[in-house]
C-alpha cells in the first residue's frame, strides 16, 4: 500500500504565499515523477505543476513564474511553493505520484486526498 499525505492548505490574501507539501510513504521501490493538480468548483481537475526523477519541471501557464515544484527524493516528499497568489487559485489541491512499487511491477498512479487553498481577501 502507498498513502500519500498532504499538507499546508488554507486562506490565504491576495499576494500572500502558502507552501504545500506531500510525503509519500509505504510500499515504494522507485518515484517516476510528483506533481500537483488543483480542481476548482465546477471545473475539471488540471495539472499545476510536474517534476520528475530528472528534476525536469513543468508548470501551467497559469502558475508560471508565481509557483515553484521541488522534491526532496530521500524523503519521497513533493512541495509546492506559491507566492503572489490569486483568487483565481482557489481549489483542491491534490497530490499526484506515480511510482513503482517493485522491480517489474507497472507504473501505478496514487493521489492525495486533497487540501483546500483559499484565496480571498
Known amino acids: 500500500q502507498v498513502q500519500l499525505v498532504e499538507s499546508g492548505g488554507g486562506l490565504v490574501q491576495p499576494g500572500g504565499s502558502l507552501r504545500l507539501s506531500c510525503a509519500a510513504s509505504?510500499?515504494?521501490?522507485?518515484?517516476?515523477?510528483m506533481g500537483w493538480y488543483r480542481q476548482a468548483p465546477g471545473k475539471q481537475r488540471e495539472l499545476v505543476a510536474q517534476?520528475?526523477?530528472?528534476?525536469?519541471?513543468n508548470y501551467s501557464d497559469s502558475v508560471k513564474g508565481r509557483f515553484t515544484i521541488s522534491r526532496d527524493s530521500a524523503k519521497n516528499t513533493v512541495y509546492l511553493q506559491m507566492n503572489n497568489m490569486k483568487p483565481e487559485d482557489t481549489a483542491v489541491y491534490y497530490c499526484?505520484?506515480?511510482?513503482?512499487?517493485?522491480?517489474?511491477?507497472?507504473?501505478?498512479?496514487?493521489w492525495g486526498q486533497g487540501t483546500q487553498v483559499t484565496v480571498s481577501s
Open positions: 509505504g510500499s515504494i521501490f522507485s518515484i517516476n515523477a
Open positions: 499526484n505520484v506515480a511510482l513503482w512499487v517493485a522491480i517489474g511491477s507497472p507504473l501505478g498512479i496514487y
Open positions: 517534476i520528475n526523477y530528472g528534476g525536469i519541471t
